[in-house]
C-alpha cells in the first residue's frame, strides 16, 4: 500500500541498520529490481518520510551522508534497518544517556513467561 504526503508535518526515520556493511543500499525506485545507487545511506542518518509502500521507504536525507534521496528497505526478515523517530522528547529517551524503553518490554515478556493462565 502507498501512503503519499497529504500535508502537515512529514515523518521522519533515522537509519538504525546498515552499519556492518558502510551504511544501507539505496535504490532509484521502489521495486528491489530497480538500479541501485552508488553511495549508501550512512548509519544515524535522519530521513524526512516522502512515500510509504509496505516496507519500502522513499524519503529525503536531512542529516548524514549518502544519497540525498531514494528508496530503502526499513526492515529485513525480523531486523529493523529504519526507525520512526517521533517528537523531540521521544528522541531524548531513545539516546544513549536516557534508559531504553525497549528493556521495559524485554523485562514485561521475561515476567509474562513465568505467569500461568
Known amino acids: ?6 500535508g502537515g508535518p512529514r515523518q521522519r526515520w533515522e537509519v538504525v541498520g546498515g552499519e556492518d556493511r558502510g551504511g ?10 530497480s538500479a ?4 549508501r545511506l ?4 535522519l530521513l524526512e ?7 519500502r521507504l522513499h524519503y529525503r536525507r536531512l542529516s548524514g551522508s549518502g544519497p540525498e534521496s531514494g528508496w ?24 544513549p544517556e536516557a534508559p531504553d524503553a525497549s528493556d521495559d518490554a524485554d523485562m514485561l515478556e521475561d515476567v509474562e513467561e513465568f505467569v500461568v493462565p
Open 1 to 6: 500500500m502507498l501512503t503519499a504526503y497529504q
Open 24 to 33: 544501507l543500499l539505496v535504490r532509484e525506485g521502489c521495486e528491489l529490481g
Open 72 to 95: 530503502i528497505s526499513i526492515r529485513l526478515e525480523h531486523k529493523d534497518l529504519a526507525r520512526r523517530v517521533g517528537s523531540e522528547n521521544e528522541a531524548k529517551q531513545n539516546s
Open 49 to 55: 518520510e516522502l512515500h510509504l509502500d509496505g516496507e
Open 36 to 39: 541501485r545507487c552508488m553511495e
Open 42 to 45: 550512512s548509519t544515524g542518518a
